[in-house]
Every structure is written in C-alpha cells, then in structure tokens.
C-alpha cells in the first residue's frame, strides 16, 4: 500500500491508503484548506465526503476564537467517526482528515 510520511516528533506516521476502497482509475486528492470560521466546516466536511484528504490550517481560528475552533473541531469529528475517517492534529496549526480508505498510522501501541 502506498505511503505519505507524516514525521511528528520521534514517532513515525503515515497514512495508508486502502486501494481496495478505491474505484479503479481513481486518484486520492489531498487538499490543503483553512479553517478560519465556523462556516468553513460545512465545505471541508463536503470535500471529505468527497473522498478527499484534507490538511487543515486551523492557526487563524485558534488566534481569533479558540471556543469557536474546539465546535469546529467537534463537528469535524463527530462527522469523521460517522463515516469511518481518521483525524489528527499535527503541531499546533494543522489537523489532518481522511475518509474511510485512509487510516492514520500513529506508532506502535502499548
């Protein structure tokens, strides 16, 4: 299964992508956006319905309005676990969202 490395302090991460949850001839699109109100949600939670990996910049909302980000948030997840994505935030300013072929590997478990 192809790889994208997404290096995050000592630990290694990657997304892997399941190729059988793909049509044949499709290509997985990665999107970077950003979430500078809670309006922008309804969009990026489209493109992730869409099948779409989404880089989220989230630095813009967390400056002006932290309350408004942690909804923000909550709507992404709660959509996310509904239809069998992966989220994670990465550093401050970025969270990443993936539909349900694309898993976000975290390291080994203990």
Same mark, same amino acid.
């Given at each position: 299964?192809?790889?994208?490395?997404?290096?995050?302090?000592?630990?290694?991460?990657?997304?892997?992508?399941?190729?059988?949850?793909?049509?044949?001839?499709?290509?997985?699109?990665?999107?970077?956006?950003?979430?500078?109100?809670?309006?922008?949600?309804?969009?990026?939670?489209? #493109?992730?319905?869409?099948?779409?990996?989404? #880089?989220?910049?989230?630095?813009?909302?967390?400056?002006?309005?932290?309350?408004?980000?942690?909804?923000?948030?909550?709507?992404?997840?709660?959509?996310?676990?509904?239809?069998?994505?992966?989220?994670?935030?990465?550093?401050?300013? #970025?969270?990443?969202?993936?539909?349900? #072929?694309?898993?976000?590997?975290?390291?080994?478990?203990?």
């Amino acid at each position: 299964m192809p790889k994208v490395d997404i290096t995050k302090k000592a630990e290694e991460e990657y997304l892997v992508i399941d190729e059988s949850l793909l049509k044949e001839g499709e290509i997985v699109k990665v999107r970077i956006e950003t979430l500078k109100d809670y309006a922008d949600v309804d969009r990026i939670l489209q #493109f992730l319905r869409e099948g779409q990996i989404i #880089f989220l910049r989230i630095k813009e909302l967390r400056e002006k309005d932290l309350t408004e980000l942690k909804r923000a948030v909550e709507k992404i997840k709660r959509t996310c676990a509904a239809i069998e994505g992966d989220i994670v935030g990465v550093d401050e300013d #970025f969270i990443i969202v993936t539909p349900k #072929f694309a898993k976000i590997y975290r390291g080994k478990s203990t």
